[in-house]
């Protein structure tokens, strides 16, 4: 009996001090994460080298909406008919689906630009393997621009 005990204790032991671990590390990572706010939030008024502000900040505000009207009435019908079988992601970059087949550095680095900025409207996975299976580009009025044009002759 004073095996089982002891057997016990050790396993109490055990969780105790993972539990301590555990409380230990998110305390930690709460640091860290108000000591990067603080810095984020934080402005420099140093001048660098060429006169620039050293914690140079740009506005950003928030989209209202992922998706243009189109592509949420598109999305809402893909997920609709393929629900039980495929899983659908939108705006996917290009450069996460495809990657260009060379050896050559310089070549790889041209290739990769061409589709690094570049965006799918839509891929279709597989629902476990999340292998990739088809990707969908929409044709909406914005699409006949000059510069669309192109963008979509590329990709298709």
């Known amino acids: 009996m004073g095996t089982l005990a002891s057997a016990s204790v050790k396993g109490r032991y055990k969780v105790s001090s993972l539990i301590?671990?555990?409380?230990i590390c998110a305390g930690v990572g709460?640091?860290?994460?108000?000591?990067?706010?603080?810095?984020?939030?934080?402005?420099s008024s140093k001048p660098t080298q060429n006169g620039a502000d050293a914690a140079q900040s740009y506005p950003y505000s928030c989209q209202k909406y992922l998706f243009t009207r189109a592509e949420t009435t598109f999305y809402q019908?893909?997920?609709?008919?393929?629900?039980?079988?495929?899983?659908?992601?939108?705006?996917?970059?290009v450069a996460d689906v495809l990657k260009p087949?060379?050896?050559?550095?310089?070549?790889?680095?041209?290739?990769?630009?061409?589709?690094?900025?570049?965006?799918?409207d839509f891929v279709l996975c597989d629902r476990d393997s999340l292998k990739v299976l088809a990707a969908v580009e929409l044709d909406d009025?914005?699409?006949?621009?000059?510069?669309?044009?192109?963008?979509d002759d590329f990709l298709n």
């Open 77 to 93: 019908a893909l997920q609709n008919a393929t629900q039980s079988q495929y899983l659908v992601f939108g705006k996917v970059r």
């Open 101 to 120: 087949q060379t050896d050559n550095r310089g070549d790889w680095q041209r290739v990769f630009n061409k589709i690094s900025a570049k965006h799918f």
């Open 30 to 43: 709460v640091g860290a994460i108000a000591l990067l706010s603080r810095q984020a939030n934080s402005t």
């Open 20 to 23: 301590v671990l555990l409380l």
């Open 141 to 151: 009025s914005s699409y006949q621009r000059v510069d669309r044009v192109k963008r």
